[in-house]
């Protein structure tokens, strides 16, 4: 799938190279007004998006008699456990597996045709993931992992994503509490709140990561206005 | 934020060797620092939980956009800049994702 995106990307490349004339100076006529076959270009770009998009569209259906749910899941007492390190095994259908720390009270999504297995360490034994946990630009390593000892936390929540359309519940709630017992981490449920909606104040983007997009938007819109006047 | 740095150094070069002799170094660094700076939170939010290929196709299309507004050249021209500026990132983070 990886060799197969590049190549379309490869060729995308190409075929927009082969519409020649890169390099020259825009002028005030090089803007999509101007240009009668930008419109031209702009439907066979979507084309190619959609074209593209294809592969990945049968992802995100939802069948018919089914409606979507948002699904909030929280750990209580992960600060309890001070001394141990916990990570998200994401191994997606292709047999790659991505690894999240989970450091925060709620527990992180993951794409839904992926599978999800929750890892304990102990900070002591973390080894060479130590530099990822310190240099968020040292991804984490899987087989680094296995080598720190890491051990199954057992119960690892699984996501609901969809129901049938006879149930009014668009919004899940659940919360876990881990247990230590003979050297293994257990996640019990505790309890479970089902409503119409999410709860506002944690659904939606994090505040950190909307701050910076309004910043840059807030400039580019500055930037715009000046340059029009 | 030393993700988003990285990326404007990264977007940075290919931009500005293919906008040299029409855009100054500090316009084309400003532009590819705003763009990242819309994109790049966003996308980095929506990785664990979406497929990086959707998320790679949405940031290419947006920064198309956005650098036809910024440089004010065509979408084509503004398209190759995407692809251009995203490519060496792109393979970064496959290669770290198989590491």
Redesign the interface.
Known sequence: M?SG??LC?LK??AS??S?GQ??T??E?S???AA?PG?VM??KK?ISL?LL??L??SH?DVILEDQHAVTHKIYINNLADYGDYAFFLV?TDPSG?A?V?QVDSFEF????KFSSATLYAVKKSDLGPMKSSIN???V?Y?YEDLQKANASIVNGTPSRIRTLPNDSTVTGIETHYKLKLENSTFTLEKVNETVGPLPDPDNGG??Y???L??I???A??AA??LLKRR | MLALFLTILLEFFPVFFLLAKERSGAFVLFSVSIVNMITNPIANYLYPAQNFFLIETGVLLAESLLFTLLFGVSLKHSTLLSIAANLPTILLSLILLSL
Do not use: E, K, Q
């Open positions: 990886i995106a590049l990307g995308a490349t927009l190279l519409f890169w390099g100076v825009p005030a090089d803007t999509i240009h930008s270009y702009m770009l998006v593209l998009l592969g990945f992802a994401i790659d991505l999240v992180p999504d993951w794409y240099d968020m630009l991804p390593n983007i994090p950190s990561y909307l910076i997009p910043i840059g938007l400039i580019l930037y715009l």
